[in-house]
Every structure is written in C-alpha cells, then in structure tokens.
C-alpha cells in the first residue's frame, strides 16, 4: 500500500504564489506517473501536471509557465510550485502516484486564490 500526505494549500491573493507537497510512503517500487490534479467546486477532476518514470512532463495550457512540478527522490515527495496566481486556479489539489499497476490519490488541498 501507498499513502499520499499532501500539505502547503491555504489562501492566497491572486498573483501570490504557494507550494504543494505531496509526501509518499509506503510500498514504492517503481513509479510510473507522478503528478497533480484539481477539482473546482461544480467542474470535473482535471489534470494540473504530470510526469512520468521516462521523463515527460505535461502541464495543462492554464497552468504553463506559471506552475513547476519537482521531486524528491530521497524523501519521496513531489512539490508543486504555484506562481502568479488567479482566482481561477482556486481548487481542491489532489497528489496522484502511479506505481506499478496500482493508482493512488492524496486527500486533497484546498487553494483559495482571492482575487
């Protein structure tokens, strides 16, 4: 088993920055995608950012040059840097892991951006 504990949301004015981690620990062996996503209230889980074990990452079109994905290795922990804020990045953040065969997901983080 994996568990993903993800921390560093809150509220923030719009063109302020924060950063997400996301702590793993458990049974990891060989991680094929790490990456987040995001929920805003009424609209579908989307991806934010993901990358995979081979070295690509992707970033969705309304976070690019605005927000960087960076690891860990050694703590296991992958961060979400978030800079130039817009109140329409306000969402539930959620840490995604996939290793091997399985998919695991944080409990999510709130980020306000106040406009």
Request: a positive charge; aromatic letters at 10%.
């Amino acid at each position: 088993q994996v568990q993903l504990v993800e921390s560093g949301g809150g509220l923030v004015q719009a063109g302020g920055s924060l950063r997400l981690s996301c702590a793993a620990s458990g049974s990891i062996f060989i991680v094929n995608v790490m990456g987040w996503y995001r929920q805003a209230p009424g609209k579908p889980r989307e991806l934010v950012v993901a990358t995979s074990r081979r070295g690509f990452t992707d970033y969705a079109d309304s976070v690019k040059g605005r927000f960087t994905i960076s690891t860990d290795n050694a703590k296991n922990t992958v961060y979400l840097q978030m800079n130039s804020l817009k109140a329409e990045d306000t969402a539930v953040y959620y840490c995604y892991l996939n290793v091997g065969s399985s998919e695991y997901w944080g409990q999510g983080t709130q980020v306000t951006v106040s406009s």
